[in-house]
Nanobody
Framework: QVQLVESGGGLVQPGGSLRLSCAAS????????MGWYRQAPGKQRELVATITSGGSTNYADSVKGRFTVTRDNAKNTVYLQMSSLKPEDTAVYYC????????????????WGQGTQVTVSS
């Protein structure tokens, strides 16, 4: 079974930066789209950014120009570099893999990590 583990969250002051990482483990042959979502208290989970295996990216309007998503296919890892952070970026950030092809060519869909807390506050 494929697992996603996020790291890199924490407390940062407004205007600061953080880098999140998400490593996928298990019997993985390939991962289609990897992405980051976030959920603030009392709000629905929302898309932050996604990246395909070929490197095409998509961002929420609220983070464009401030966040950058990248991935290392060889390491099955996706990153989220967050800059110019604002208090409204405070949320639990979740990693997602929309489709994972295993080494026996089975498929797992919509795999989520456990989440990592990001708090932006002075």
């Amino acid at each position: 079974q494929v697992q996603l583990v996020e790291s890199g969250g924490g407390l940062v002051q407004p205007g600061g930066s953080l880098r999140l990482s998400c490593a996928a483990s298990g019997s993985i042959f390939a991962i289609n789209v990897m992405g980051w979502y976030r959920q603030a208290p009392g709000k629905q989970r929302e898309l932050v950014a996604t990246i395909t295996s070929g490197g095409s990216t998509n961002y929420a309007d609220s983070v464009k120009g401030r966040f950058t998503v990248t991935r290392d296919n060889a390491k099955n890892t996706v990153y989220l570099q967050m800059s110019s952070l604002k208090p409204e970026d405070t949320a639990v950030y979740y990693c997602n893999a929309n489709e994972v092809v295993t080494r026996i060519r089975a498929r797992e869909y919509d795999v989520w990590g456990q989440g990592t807390q990001v708090t932006v506050s002075s």
